[in-house]
């Protein structure tokens, strides 16, 4: 990785303040709720920097946090669940090795506003459930899609899980555990693949930085998470989501029209 990372015009030490705090809020966020951190960050770090270069950091930084919550509650994953989204994840990279797609900033911030409210419209007649036959394949393939374009896949992850029998500290777990392979994966898309455009490159410093607070963010938030029953752990959860996706929504839709 390069020592280049983010606009000229915005000075290193305030990007550096921005990102280091993000990181330790998000990652905080993402312990008690599964996922909303990771859509928070990926907002701030596309409002700062160039797509490829956000895609990188937000998969560097939400590996380190995604792998921690993974291993702080790894007696609880759902291995099963996990098999059947790998194998939906390699699917969906060998077709974006193909492809090829970059999205542009305002597509990925439109799609990201647009994914909660997918969830949310999905008719209860496809009754998606993570333990049925074949849906971990499908969650897979369609949330390691939505990380190589808009970065994160929460919501859509969410449907998959919601009427699953798991408790709270499982469907953490299993979350993390899927996300952990996601995150990984993208960070090779736009690392490897995606190297030679613009604005991929990331500053080792930010990165390691941010991987360490996140860390810190994902432990501090166990003790949270142990205070909450599932009820109101889902319930916070969806409306987060669904006010981050109107930030989205409005956000990319101002890029789109400035354009």
Same mark, same amino acid.
């Given at each position: 990785?390069?020592?280049?990372?983010?606009?000229?015009?915005?000075?290193?030490?305030?990007?550096?303040?921005?990102?280091? *705090?993000?990181?330790?809020? =998000?990652?905080?966020?993402?312990?008690?709720?599964?996922?909303?951190?990771?859509?928070?960050?990926?907002?701030?770090?596309?409002?700062?920097?160039?797509?490829?270069?956000?895609?990188?950091?937000?998969?560097?930084?939400?590996?380190?946090?995604?792998?921690?919550?993974?291993?702080?509650?790894? =007696?609880? *994953?759902?291995?099963?669940?996990?098999?059947?989204?790998?194998?939906?994840?390699?699917?969906?990279? /060998?077709?974006? *090795?193909?492809?090829?797609?970059?999205?542009?900033?305002?597509?990925?911030?439109?799609?990201?506003?647009? =994914?909660?409210?997918?969830?949310? /419209?999905?008719?209860?007649?496809?009754?998606?459930?993570?333990?049925?036959?074949?849906?971990?394949?499908? &969650?897979?393939?369609? &949330?390691?899609?939505?990380?190589?374009?808009?970065?994160?896949?929460?919501?859509?992850?969410?449907?998959?899980?919601?009427?699953?029998?798991?408790?709270?500290?499982?469907?953490?777990?299993?979350?993390?555990?899927?996300?952990?392979?996601?995150?990984?994966?993208?960070?090779?898309?736009?690392?490897?693949?995606? /190297?030679? /455009?613009?604005?991929?490159?990331?500053?080792?410093?930010?990165?390691?930085?941010?991987?360490?607070?996140?860390?810190?963010?994902?432990?501090?938030?166990?003790?949270?998470?142990?205070?909450?029953?599932?009820?109101?752990?889902?319930?916070?959860?969806?409306?987060?989501?669904?006010?981050?996706?109107?930030?989205?929504?409005?956000?990319?839709?101002?890029?789109?029209?400035?354009?």
């Amino acid at each position: 990785m390069a020592a280049r990372l983010g606009r000229a015009a915005m000075p290193f030490l305030l990007l550096f303040s921005i990102l280091a *705090v993000a990181a330790l809020v =998000t990652s905080f966020i993402s312990g008690i709720l599964g996922m909303a951190g990771g859509m928070i960050l990926m907002g701030i770090l596309l409002a700062v920097l160039p797509v490829p270069a956000a895609m990188m950091l937000h998969g560097i930084t939400q590996l380190a946090s995604n792998a921690w919550r993974a291993w702080l509650w790894r =007696t609880s *994953v759902d291995w099963r669940v996990f098999r059947g989204y790998a194998y939906g994840t390699i699917v969906a990279l /060998a077709f974006f *090795v193909a492809v090829q797609i970059l999205v542009s900033k305002p597509a990925a911030l439109i799609i990201l506003g647009l =994914t909660p409210f997918v969830g949310l /419209a999905l008719p209860e007649s496809l009754k998606l459930n993570v333990e049925r036959r074949g849906h971990s394949f499908a &969650c897979g393939l369609i &949330c390691q899609g939505l990380n190589l374009t808009a970065g994160v896949s929460g919501p859509i992850l969410d449907v998959f899980f919601v009427r699953s029998a798991m408790g709270r500290h499982a469907v953490v777990a299993t979350k993390a555990l899927t996300q952990s392979l996601s995150h990984t994966v993208k960070i090779a898309y736009f690392g490897g693949i995606a /190297a030679t /455009a613009a604005g991929s490159n990331v500053h080792v410093g930010i990165a390691a930085t941010m991987v360490v607070l996140a860390f810190v963010g994902t432990t501090l938030s166990r003790s949270v998470l142990e205070k909450m029953n599932d009820t109101s752990f889902r319930l916070w959860t969806k409306w987060t989501v669904l006010s981050l996706g109107v930030v989205y929504l409005a956000s990319g839709a101002l890029l789109l029209a400035e354009a």
